[in-house]
């Protein structure tokens, strides 16, 4: 199966190493034509604010906004996917019924790694916060799949998972492992 990763700015290799671990293929996507034959969309972590110029200059937003792919978004990648960001007018590709706020971890700790329990997941995910965002309000239909310090960390609704830290930058294959497995398999459209 092909996976796409957004690689318009961010860590897309380390995404692209995750996906063939899982044994799947990945596939960069740098222009609109790329999206054809993929059957999930990673998107990933960066700076969203960059993400967000680029993905209008090459006409991904409009073109996301409407798509039923399945998405997985991390740190940067589930701030395009929210709805809501704390101080901003509008999301980007509003496809999460809930608030994120940027960088919100705080500045003397911008990094740190912790160990999490995540719900569907067997055994702790190894986990790497870089200037993280985290969840701060999720609607009905979101399921909450992990906190960090009261905070939440990891959400999924529907076919859209989004995590504020970075699996990618870990050996850790098992959110990957349950994007392509709970998500893409079982949704399969
Ligand atoms: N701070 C970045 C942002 O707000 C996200 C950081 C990351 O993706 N590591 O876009």
Redesign the pocket.
């Given at each position: 199966m092909q996976i796409g990763i957004l690689a318009l700015q961010?860590a897309v290799r380390e995404h692209a190493r995750h996906i063939e671990i899982c044994g799947h293929t990945p596939k960069l996507i740098k222009r609109i034509e790329d999206l054809d034959g993929i059957e999930g969309l990673v998107l990933p972590?960066?700076?969203?604010?960059t993400m967000r110029r680029l993905m209008d200059l090459y006409g991904f937003t409009e073109v996301l906004r409407e798509s039923d792919l399945p998405m997985y978004g991390t740190?940067?990648g589930l701030?395009l996917l929210a709805e809501n960001i704390v101080g901003y007018e509008e999301g980007h590709l509003n496809k999460m019924n809930i608030t994120v706020e940027?960088?919100s971890f705080g500045r003397q700790v911008d990094s740190f790694e912790a160990d999490l329990d995540v719900l569907g997941i067997e055994n702790h995910v190894n986990a790497i916060f870089?200037?993280?965002?985290h969840i701060v309000a999720v609607g009905d239909n979101v399921e909450v799949l992990s906190e960090v310090e009261g905070r939440i960390v990891a959400v999924r609704q529907d076919n859209h998972l989004g995590i504020s830290f970075?699996p990618e930058l870990t050996n850790d294959i098992k959110i990957m492992n349950y994007f392509i497995e709970e998500i893409i398999m079982k949704n399969a459209h």
């Amino acid at each position: 199966m092909q996976i796409g990763i957004l690689a318009l700015q961010g860590a897309v290799r380390e995404h692209a190493r995750h996906i063939e671990i899982c044994g799947h293929t990945p596939k960069l996507i740098k222009r609109i034509e790329d999206l054809d034959g993929i059957e999930g969309l990673v998107l990933p972590g960066g700076e969203s604010t960059t993400m967000r110029r680029l993905m209008d200059l090459y006409g991904f937003t409009e073109v996301l906004r409407e798509s039923d792919l399945p998405m997985y978004g991390t740190c940067a990648g589930l701030i395009l996917l929210a709805e809501n960001i704390v101080g901003y007018e509008e999301g980007h590709l509003n496809k999460m019924n809930i608030t994120v706020e940027r960088n919100s971890f705080g500045r003397q700790v911008d990094s740190f790694e912790a160990d999490l329990d995540v719900l569907g997941i067997e055994n702790h995910v190894n986990a790497i916060f870089i200037r993280a965002p985290h969840i701060v309000a999720v609607g009905d239909n979101v399921e909450v799949l992990s906190e960090v310090e009261g905070r939440i960390v990891a959400v999924r609704q529907d076919n859209h998972l989004g995590i504020s830290f970075h699996p990618e930058l870990t050996n850790d294959i098992k959110i990957m492992n349950y994007f392509i497995e709970e998500i893409i398999m079982k949704n399969a459209h």
